[in-house]
């Protein structure tokens, strides 16, 4: 018969590692599924400085050493996406090559993805200058106009990173005013290579000899249009849950991010949210990590005693 894990853990972002960590150590055996890089979030991450005993950090280093430390205590690694969970007392996780991993407990952890601003030539234009991580696409764009699209942290911690390759760096805004936090804020004040466009949205991507070569902005108030040359455009809009595969266990809202109550327990026994994909008033590294703490606590009072 094949294994039967006591938790599966799907997703490897801080919440998913923090779970493995937490359960392992408490002698649980846990296998982390993850379909990319572990790190989630963290490894599209410039900088990370609010994460306390970590003045400043990259966000690939503190992934690969919450990795490390997360798989120490015996946690197995499982490369795969989740398509489905069957729930029972035995519960059936099937990745997309048909193989099934199962468990007494599951934890949901798949974190979010970026919104996209479906607007003409986005998705072709992706990967020819639309790019949805500046960490990982910004150095292409070395002394060249780059857009970034959205006002909140996100938007704005990328700015500043894309700022040390690009000529100049529009910041797109559909209000006057940013949605960031006042400290991600001053430092874009400071930032002489930053251009600031407020109360315009993008309309369309224009292509120029297959790549982005500018980008159409319509005025919120009067609706007239302006086209700006640019040589990329960096949407951060905001960002939807991971967890399509999830829905037809009924623990989802109407935006699909997973309901849980305050050990992380779903609607459904064995079944845990944990992280960014969970309903929540803060999405930090530090908040998610303490989800996946308390969900693999649980985990061991409900199998262990
Ligand atoms: P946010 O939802 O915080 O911000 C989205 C931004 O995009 C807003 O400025 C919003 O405008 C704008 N926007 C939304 N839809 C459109 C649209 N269709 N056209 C144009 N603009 C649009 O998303 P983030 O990804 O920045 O952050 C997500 C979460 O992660 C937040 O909770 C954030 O605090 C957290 N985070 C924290 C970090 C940190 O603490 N270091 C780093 C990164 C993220 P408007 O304001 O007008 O609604």
């Not at 499982?78 to 729930?87: A, F, H, K, R, Y």
């Not at 993008?202 to 070569?213: H, Q, S, Y």
């Not at 829905?247 to 997973?258: A, M, P, R, S």
């Amino acid at each position: 018969m094949d294994k039967i894990y006591d938790v599966i853990i799907v997703g490897s972002g801080p919440a998913g590692m923090t779970a493995a960590l937490y359960g392992s150590r408490a002698g649980l055996s846990c296998a982390l599924i993850e379909s990319n890089a572990p790190g989630g979030k963290l490894i599209k991450t410039f900088e990370i400085s609010n994460y306390p005993s970590v003045k400043e950090s990259s966000g690939v280093e503190l992934a690969m050493s919450m990795f490390d430390h997360s798989t120490s205590f015996g946690a197995e690694f499982v490369s795969g996406e989740v398509v489905d969970i069957i729930d029972g007392d035995v519960k059936k996780v099937t990745l997309d090559d048909g193989s099934i991993v199962s468990g007494l407990s599951v934890i949901i952890a798949t974190g979010t993805k970026e919104r996209l601003m479906n607007i003409p030539n986005e998705k072709e234009l992706t990967g020819k200058g639309v790019s949805y991580c500046a960490v990982c696409d910004g150095a292409f764009f070395k002394d060249k106009v780059v857009t970034v699209i959205g006002g909140g942290n996100s938007a704005l911690e990328e700015s500043l990173y894309l700022a040390q390759f690009a000529s100049q760096v529009n910041i797109v805004i559909r209000r006057d005013v940013f949605r960031a936090e006042p400290i991600i804020q001053d430092r874009i004040e400071k930032e002489s290579k930053i251009n600031v466009i407020k109360k315009h949205v993008p309309k369309a991507i224009v292509e120029k000899d297959g790549k982005v070569g500018a980008i159409v902005l319509e005025n919120v108030d009067t609706k007239e249009t302006m086209e700006i040359d640019t040589a990329a455009v960096f949407p951060y809009i905001g960002l939807d849950p991971i967890t399509d595969f999830a829905k037809k266990l009924g623990v989802c809202n109407e935006q699909g991010y997973i309901v849980v109550n305050e050990h992380m327990e779903t609607s459904v026994k064995g079944i845990y949210g944990v992280g960014d994909c969970r309903v929540t008033v803060l999405r930090q590294v530090i908040t998610a990590c303490s989800d996946g703490a308390i969900a693999a606590q649980r985990i061991f009072h409900q199998l262990k005693g």
